[in-house]
């Protein structure tokens, strides 16, 4: 199954998070939070302004995103759980440090 997301709406996958503290204490799945760190899967063409001009988006496939704890709507797709938001709910990219 392929998901082409519309306008400026992004799908992202949630990437795992530590399972350990920085002491080496292990931390149970039920205790742990949702990781508000992804990569983008697809994204949309981009928004239209006021001028009917398309605005492509920041973001791109492959990125890596942190987003808001409460951003976008969880969604499963192809048996795999996913998130679609819009552009605006990403906070930034992250990026390697060279």
Do not use: C, Y
């Not at 350990?20 to 994204?43: C, F, N, R, W, Y």
């Not at 942190?66 to 759980?81: D, I, Q, Y």
């Amino acid at each position: 199954m392929k998901f082409k997301p519309l306008h400026d709406r992004v799908v992202v996958r949630r990437v795992a998070s530590e399972q350990k503290t920085a002491g080496g204490i292990i931390i149970p799945d039920t205790a742990q939070e949702k990781p508000m760190e992804g990569e983008v899967l697809s994204a949309g063409p981009g928004a239209r302004g006021e001028d009917g001009k398309l605005n492509p988006l920041d973001v791109k496939v492959g990125d890596r995103v942190l987003f808001g704890k409460w951003s976008g709507t969880e969604v499963k797709l192809a048996g795999e759980e996913l998130m679609i938001m819009k552009e605006s709910d990403i906070m930034g990219v992250i990026t390697k440090k060279k």
